[in-house]
């Protein structure tokens, strides 16, 4: 089955971001990067009207991208909690934020993110606020609140975002730490079968926290 080839600013998306990842905004070559899309180094200046404006195109495409995977799943849990605001479906919306996270951050269509999202982590520039902007901001409070709801309101906002980074840090960790993965567990990469572990051991994790919070025993 064939696929229809990239449009001319896809192509130089793709390789931008693998490019900017790997060697920051200053570092990366425009050059470079129009060279391995196929491109003409006009084609930067045409679609995105320079580098800068090719970096920040980068970050809107990362994220619209998690967007379209995450988003469906917030707006569902969120429907839900609206129905029924108690602790239970707070955290059964929970464990499915935390199942489709843990697909979207070990999947293959996002790989080629982390890099990116790293250096806008530990060095932010404007295209952080694109990519908080986008579905991170919103989950992250999302999850807050709803941790918020775990335990009837006994903790604080502070306190649930605090919660909140630690949780999906334990997921993220599978993505920036991916060279420790592979070589600790002995695989070759991450299919279905090892997201599926994966899955399997935030979900306790989360369960066990979850426990915790409902019953006031981790203070």
Known sequence: ?????????QALLRVAIDAFG???????STRDIAGAAGKPMSAITYHFGGK???YLACAQYIADTIAAMI???????AALCRADDSPAQARAALSLIFSRFVQTMVSEDTAHFARFIMREQMEPSEAFDILYGGIMGAMLTHIADLLMAVSRQRIGIAEARVRTIALMGQVMAFRVAHAAVMRSTGWA????????????TIQRHLAAILDALEAGDDQ
Do not use: C, F, K
């Open 52 to 54: 800068e404006g090719l």
């Open 1 to 9: 089955m064939s696929t229809s080839p990239l449009s001319s600013d």
């Open 71 to 77: 988003a469906p799943a917030l707006s569902h849990v």
């Open 22 to 28: 790997r060697h920051g905004l200053e570092g990366a």
């Open 189 to 200: 990469g991450i299919g279905g079968a090892q997201a599926d572990a994966i899955n399997q």
